[in-house]
Each structure stands twice: as C-alpha cells, then as structure tokens.
C-alpha cells in the first residue's frame, strides 16, 4: 500500500532555531502534499498545501516566512520551521494522495511531535 | 466553507458490541466526499472508510460502515464488533469540489472496554 514516511519523528530544539521535517512518499509519486498541525487532545488543522515544482499554498493564518514548505521532487517536501518559538510545539504531520480521483484517500506519515524549549 | 462537527468528545464500548460515531457536516458544494480516520495514541492517521456524495449505498469495510444519511447532512461510523485495539480518536472529514484538502472534525475519543 501506499507509504508516507516523515522524519524526525520527535525533536526538541532551542528557542530560535530552525528545524527542517522531512516528508517522502516511498512507492509513489505525489505533486501535492499537505502539511497539518495537531494540537494536544485537537483536531488537525491544514497549515498548507506544497506544491512540487511550484510555491506552497497556505491558509489563512499561517505565516508563510515561519513555515516554509518546498516541494522539491516528487517524492518529497520539506517543513522548515523558522526561529522557533515555544509556542510553535505541536505535532506536525504531513499527508499526501497515492492516485487522483474520488474517494482517494490521504495518506498520512507517522507525524513528527516538535518541543521548542 | 466547509465544517464537520463530532459531538461526542468521547465514547466507551464493550468489546464485541458495536459502537456508532457522530459526524455532521455542512458544504453548499454538491460534490463531496466524507472519510473516517482513526488515530492511536502512536499518532498516525490511519484511512479508515469513504463515502461519496453521489454513492448510493452506504460504504462498508469489513468492520465498518458508514451510515450516510444525505437530507440531514450526516456520515456516522458504525464499527461493528468491537476489539480492544479500536480503542483510539477517530476522525471524520470532508473534501469538497476539487480543493483535495481534507477539513476534519475535532474527532471522538473511542474506549473498547472488557
């Protein structure tokens, strides 16, 4: 079945760092992948939409200069949390469809729960 | 806009009984597509079940089925035969039109007890 492999799956990193999370399709190729944040005991919340090739696309609310997304190949995109900050510590997690079409469902990496201490 | 609403926070049920999850929802988009999510507290998302707008049956998957009932805009997920691995959160959401993105529900929280 399809797999979406995300990396790191924990890390704690100081305040004012960045930090870069990996998100690959392993046996399939994806121009479009999201990334969703997760709140403790919340709901997922769409951060953005990485587009390979092209910019991200990224909802309302979320800064664009913080959360940089790039869609380098087909395989993979990157999140890279700017200068972090506690408040940015949640749960990241990235998804990504293995084909077009109704009823395709997303599949989703093991997600990546970030401390900002 | 679209939204998906879970009522139920959370739910307990004993093992071999079966257990039905709320989900309602609310899109002015004729074309939609609901789909169940269950995640364990290992944290990934795992597909469960989908249901077209246009599909006349409701879906089924082995333990589960979705009873979609379309005038009152709702997708409840029944799982049937309850085992204590399904104890976990689940999810329901909705993708709309061709935006692909998935808008969840803030999910209900499942306890399989003996």
């Known amino acids: 079945g399809a797999v979406v492999s995300q990396h790191p799956s924990r890390v704690i990193c100081k305040s004012g760092t960045s930090v870069k999370i990996e998100c690959r399709s392993l046996d399939f190729q994806a121009t479009t992948m999201f990334w969703y944040r997760q709140f403790p005991k919340q709901s997922l919340m769409l951060m953005a939409t990485s587009n390979e090739g092209s910019k991200a696309t990224y909802e309302q609310g979320v800064e664009k200069d913080k959360f940089l997304i790039n869609h380098a190949s087909l395989t993979l995109s990157t999140l890279t949390v700017t200068s972090a900050h506690p408040e940015d510590s949640s749960f990241y997690i990235c998804?990504?469809?293995?084909?077009?079409?109704?009823?395709?469902?997303?599949?989703f990496g093991n997600g990546t729960r970030l401390t900002v201490t | 806009a679209q939204k998906i609403t879970q009522t139920q926070p959370g739910m307990f049920v004993q093992e071999k009984e079966a257990v039905t999850l709320d989900c309602t929802y609310d899109t002015s988009d004729p074309s939609y597509g609901l789909f169940w999510y269950k995640q364990p507290s290992s944290g990934e998302m795992i597909f469960l079940i989908y249901q077209g707008s246009y599909d006349q049956q409701n879906a089924t998957e082995g333990r589960y089925s979705l009873n979609f009932q379309k005038a009152r805009k709702s997708a409840n997920l029944v799982i049937s035969a309850s085992q204590l691995g399904d104890s976990a959160m689940y999810f329901c959401a909705i993708e709309t039109g061709t935006a692909s993105k998935l808008t969840f529900g803030t999910g209900t929280r499942l306890q399989v007890t003996l």
């Open positions: 998804s990504a469809r293995a084909r077009t079409g109704k009823g395709s469902p997303l599949h």
